[in-house]
């Protein structure tokens, strides 16, 4: 899989119920610090406005549906004027009355009779939001289906799930994106992609460091965010590896941590060089055709994890805070086992 190495796994290791039971173990224990949230009072719901839609005969009832979600067609239809909304009310009109609209909107239906699970993920998410950040308040929380225009939107008020996206593999319905990405389309990835994005509100770069050490530890962040708030979500979920990519990658973590030693890539700050480490690729050739893409990625949340077992003083909102990459990756110490 990777250059000059046979691949070695984990899998005979994990076949036993008890040793997946101490893996799984190990792994909370390494975001032990989330307090009992038992005592916080949030409770959040699901819009299913593409429900409402479909069930929309008249222009007429369109143009109802449109000023009743003010935030949703300010925010995510772009209806700003007249016009706008003019504009829009003729496009969700052919929308809801196209046949092939009509049929991915049932294949949604069947596939999303239930979002309990989702729920009751996010809830427990933002509980941990709202202990860390007390000014937190939950946003909206809507469905829709976007003819696959947009898989997600997140802001401060407002989250948008396009559910055509995340029918799965047996769906006759797919985005047309590369099939390395597809695969994460699915609906057990809603909750971490939504939160991934989430994190984004909270997340502090620097703007004026432009080197790839910076990006990789923004989206450690970002990914050690997500993690702390989903911990029963595997860690290949969150970055979007399959499992094997992510047992092969850490069994080759030195030859990661090698290749950015000696190709001086930390601080490197030429666009398309840092592109082919924290992209999305098939697998990153440079390091070998087993390597997955987005390995600086992979490579920042390492880095970051170690800096957060290394700092028991440091709370999550000051890591968040913290933009200072340099000081963080000295304090990390982080060396490949």
Known sequence: MYKDMRKLTITMLLVTTGLIGVYKLYKKLSYSRNPDVSNISLSIQIKRLENDLFNLQTKADITSFIETNQLVAAQFLGVETDEDKNKMIDQLYNMVHNTSMQALYQE??????????????LEQAFKYLKHYYPQFEAPQIVTLITGFGSDLYVSKELII?????????????????????????????????????????????????????????????????TKTFLLDVPDPMILGYTADQ???????????????????????????????????????????PGCPGNIGGWLGWQIVKKYMKNSPEITLPMLMQNANMQHLFEQAKYRPT
């Not at 949604?108 to 993920?121: G, P, R, W």
């Not at 700050?269 to 999305?280: A, F, I, Q, S």
């Open 246 to 288: 992510w047992t092969d990658t850490e069994n080759h973590q030195r030859i990661v941590w090698q290749h950015f030693i000696d190709h001086a890539l930390f601080y490197e700050t030429n666009h398309l060089v840092k592109k082919k480490y924290v992209g999305e690729r098939p697998f990153t050739s440079e390091i070998g």
């Open 108 to 121: 949604v239906a069947h596939t999303f009779k239930d979002l309990t699970s989702l729920i009751t993920q």
């Open 161 to 225: 799930i396009g559910l055509d996206y995340f029918l799965g593999e047996n769906s006759k319905f797919r985005p047309h994106i590369p099939s390395y990405i597809l695969r994460t389309y699915q609906p057990t990835y809603i909750a971490p992609k939504v939160i991934l994005l989430l994190s984004h509100l909270f997340n502090t770069g620097d703007p004026k460091d432009h080197t790839l050490l910076h990006d990789m530890l923004y989206y450690g962040k970002a990914y050690y965010f």
